[in-house]
Nanobody
Framework: QVQLVESGGGLAQPGGSLRLSCAAS????????IGWFRHAPGKEREGISC????????YYADSVKGRFTISRDNAKNTVDLQMNSLKPEDTAVYYC??????????????????????WGQGTQVTVSS
């Protein structure tokens, strides 16, 4: 059974950090481009980062650039999202997704959700003092 499961969400203070992890079962993540998306109440779903299977390059939306870092751990079959300098506006449900497309060269199109076949159930991140 193909499945993605996110973990690591929770409550953080402004300026704090959280590390999200996306674990796969039933398939190998390194053959897929992996994206992280978030959905805040009253807002549209936003693609914030992806790591590309074509060449390992990464892309970050302007809203998280310089604060978030995406990385793969092929041995664990996971993709992590390190989130630093968190802001209240980062509060959202965070989802990882897998696309069987070898994006490369940090293509911004990798954060378009239509490319993605497999989705996790989401993990809540709340940034509040």
């Amino acid at each position: 059974q193909v499945q993605l499961v996110e973990s690591g969400g929770g409550l953080a203070q402004p300026g704090g950090s959280l590390r999200l992890s996306c674990a796969a079962s039933g398939f190998t993540l390194d053959y897929y481009s992996i994206g992280w998306f978030r959905h805040a109440p009253g807002k549209e779903r936003e693609g914030i980062s992806c790591i590309m299977s074509g060449d390992g390059s990464t892309y970050y939306a302007d809203s998280v650039k310089g604060r978030f870092t995406i990385s793969r751990d092929n041995a664990k079959n996971t993709v992590d999202l390190q989130m630093n300098s968190l802001k209240p506006e980062d509060t959202a449900v965070y989802y990882c997704a897998a696309a069987p497309i070898p994006f490369s060269n940090s293509q911004p199109v990798c954060v378009m959700s239509t490319w993605y076949d497999y989705w996790g159930q989401g993990t809540q991140v709340t940034v509040s003092s």
